[in-house]
């Protein structure tokens, strides 16, 4: 099969930054099977502009940027979906499944306290290690608009958490 420049420069970069989309995705929606969803769906919705984003200057924190805005419209048609459920169904408590450690769940679950742009900046800025200007752009919002949501979102894990859990968060350890 012949590919194009293109199709070539495409492939290489689904193939290098795949892994990291749907781990940010993972992280802001907190549901598994949805991250690979959220990451092919902004992959596919790249391919389509693919010959004005190769040009860009950073296509990866324009891909960070279409990630989070498609996970920011799953929660909220998730919420809407729960709530219209609600009304009629008694809520069970979500099982989780597999090898997590508590701490882990307990940063999880934690951030997903967080309204959705403190969660975005916190996961951008410790877990993936981004710069304020890198996590401004990925997410569409000024560099001081990130400073003041990573620091709010920090101190609400630490309310959350408690201090010493937040010297794990600062380093990025237990929210990867």
Same mark, same amino acid.
């Given at each position: #099969? ?9 492939? %290489? ?14 992280? *802001?929606?907190?549901?598994? %099977?949805?991250? %690979? ?5 902004? *992959? !596919? +919705? *790249?391919?389509?502009?693919?010959? /004005? ?14 990630? +989070?805005? #498609? ?21 069970? =408590?979500?099982?989780?499944?597999? =090898?997590?450690?508590? +701490?882990?769940?307990?940063? /999880? ?5 967080? =309204? ?17 200007? %890198?996590? +401004?752009?990925?997410?569409? !919002? ?11 979102? #920090? ?22």
């Amino acid at each position: #099969m012949f590919l194009d420049d293109a199709s070539t420069e495409f492939h %290489d970069f689904f193939e290098r930054h795949y892994a990291e989309l749907a781990r940010f995705a993972h992280l *802001l929606t907190g549901e598994t %099977d949805a991250a %690979d969803d959220l990451a092919a769906d902004a *992959l !596919i +919705a *790249l391919w389509q502009r693919w010959d /004005r984003l190769r040009e860009a200057d950073h296509p990866l924190a324009y891909s960070r940027g279409v990630v +989070a805005n #498609m996970a920011r419209q799953r929660i909220r048609s998730a919420v809407r979906e729960r709530r219209r459920t609600a009304l009629f169904w008694s809520r069970s =408590p979500e099982q989780v499944q597999g =090898p997590d450690v508590a +701490a882990v769940l307990d940063v /999880r679950a934690a951030l997903a306290r967080l =309204p959705f742009r403190k969660r975005a900046c916190v996961v951008l800025r410790h877990a993936f290690d981004l710069s304020e200007k %890198d996590t +401004a752009a990925a997410l569409g !919002i000024s560099v001081g608009t990130v400073k003041s949501q990573t620091s709010k979102g #920090m101190a609400e894990l630490e309310r959350v958490l408690g201090a010493e859990t937040t010297g794990a968060l600062s380093t990025g350890r237990g929210i990867r």
